[in-house]
């Protein structure tokens, strides 16, 4: 009889082993992510699966992919559990291949039901909730009441809006928020404001897109821009940085 139940549990365990596994050793083992071999990390909800809706896709911040990286690396093994997934995130790796898991709550799990634990409830859901604020329009309102009256200080309140809405993006294409971002990189010019580099940052990311941008800003010269002045004339450095990059 005890023999038995050993064969018995091989099988099961056997089983378990070999179900789904196309990364892993074991249905409960856990790969970490390498935050230096990922391309980029896109997340979407249980809303958006269908194709005609895909485009609400959204793609993680910088910030966002190093906080998701470093919570999945440290989740808990929690076992089998079947649930209806509420969000899907898939990792695209720098060799062109592609990691999906599918997440309930804090319960993670990727190629089986075998699941992880993120250690909070809430922490899928508040990525995708500020993925939906519209930092542009953020952006445009800091800035417009800062050129309005152009003065050399801004609150503090404002400041870290203007913070927050900039390292919160990654890739811009559209042409006019191209556009307002230069003119904030020109002009955005508050005492004591230490995040002006992250535009640099932006236009890299969507270095075709910036570089004709930033084209067009220079053909496009203000009345009251001369070609030896800051800032107009620190555009053609701005360029050739993009372009190096």
């Not at 966002?64 to 093994?77: A, L, R």
């Not at 930092?135 to 800091?142: A, G, L, S, Y």
């Amino acid at each position: 009889m005890r023999f038995k139940i050993f064969i018995l549990a091989f099988i099961v365990s056997t089983a378990f082993t070999a179900c789904g596994q196309t990364k892993t050793k074991s249905s409960f083992e856990k790969i970490k992510i390498d935050l230096e071999s990922v391309d980029n990390i896109e997340l979407r909800n249980r809303t958006t699966q269908s194709d005609s809706i895909k485009s609400k896709t959204k793609r993680l911040t910088e910030t966002q992919k190093k906080q998701f990286i470093e919570k999945y690396n440290n989740s808990k093994p929690n076992g089998l559990r079947k649930a209806i997934p509420l969000y899907f995130i898939d990792v695209y790796l720098n060799n062109g291949s592609q990691r999906s898991f599918s997440i309930n709550r804090q319960y993670i799990k990727e190629n089986n039901d075998y699941c992880f634990d993120l250690g909070g409830r809430q922490f899928i859901e508040l990525l995708w909730n500020e993925l939906n604020v519209d930092h542009i329009k953020n952006i445009q309102t800091v800035f417009e009441d800062y050129i309005e009256y152009q003065e050399s200080t801004d609150s503090q309140e404002d400041k870290d809006l203007m913070s927050q809405s900039l390292k919160s993006l990654t890739t811009v294409t559209n042409k006019e928020d191209l556009d307002l971002l230069i003119n904030v990189w020109m002009y955005y010019d508050p005492t004591d404001y230490p995040d002006i580099p992250e535009i640099y940052r932006i236009l890299e990311f969507s270095k075709p897109q910036s570089i004709e941008a930033v084209k067009n800003r220079i053909a496009n010269k203000k009345e009251w821009e001369t070609d030896d002045s800051a800032p107009y004339s620190d555009l053609n450095n701005l360029l050739k940085r993009i372009e190096k990059e």
